[in-house]
């Protein structure tokens, strides 16, 4: 899985970046196929703090945004988002058709 941090308008610290790659790294708890994750911190409007995370998967693309003044709540609040759509899409996959009823008598 390759994870890319992009900071938009200010120098993202050392503890921030990490901290989205341990964030990132997590979402395959959700949904074990995820390609590559891009997230972007923004810090374009003096009191608002802007985190998006594009999750890449097979065969769709999922897109989670949190926007807080404080950018440590915008990307709780994305992340909750991401792991939300992630668990919907797992669930899709799963088999849910149910046997049929000659195949259980026996």
């Known amino acids: 899985m390759n994870i890319k941090v992009t900071a938009r308008h200010f120098n993202a610290s050392e503890a921030l970046q990490q901290k989205v790659q341990e964030e990132a790294e997590r979402l395959q708890r959700f949904y074990p196929n995820i390609t590559d994750i891009t997230v972007i ?3 374009e409007k003096k009191n ?3 985190a998006e995370f594009i ?3 097979l065969h769709n693309t999922i897109t989670a945004e949190g926007e807080e003044e404080n ?4 990307l709780e609040i994305a992340i909750e988002r991401a792991e ?3 668990k919907k899409e797992n669930e899709k ?4 058709k149910a046997q049929p009823v ?4 026996v």
């Open 84 to 86: 939300r759509q992630l």
């Open 93 to 96: 996959l799963k088999d849910h």
């Open 71 to 74: 950018m440590g709540k915008a």
């Open 102 to 105: 000659a195949s259980l008598v």
């Open 41 to 43: 911190l923004d810090a």
């Open 48 to 50: 608002l703090r802007r």
């Open 55 to 57: 999750v890449n998967i």
